[in-house]
């Protein structure tokens, strides 16, 4: 496992701190009823994957913060995460 500081903190920035600062600066502006969708990953509840450690890590926080917003806000709006494990994605 050879990551740097810098690279630790940029996972977690662009997977857990986006989804807040996102979360953060639309709910101000979102309709009663209204529903964000955070993109999460299976790979947030895989521990035994080598080589992914730190990348679930920061699903596994942005999916734990997701629910504690999801709470705090839920009398105006619906917060959810969806990842493989909970969606089906049509690609074709």
Not at 13 to 38: C, D, E, H, W, Y
Not at 70 to 86: D, H, P, Q
């Amino acid at each position: 496992m050879d990551l740097t500081p810098k690279e630790v903190q940029q996972a977690f920035a662009i997977n857990t701190f986006s989804t807040l600062f996102a979360v953060q600066a639309v709910v101000p502006f979102m309709p009663k009823g209204g529903r964000i969708v955070n993109i999460g990953s299976i790979v947030s509840r895989m521990s035994n994957m080598p080589g992914v450690s730190i990348y679930g890590a920061s699903k596994a926080a942005q999916e734990f913060l997701t629910g504690a917003l999801a709470t705090e806000v839920s009398l105006t709006l619906e917060i959810v995460a969806a990842n493989r494990s909970n969606a089906e994605a049509d690609v074709s």
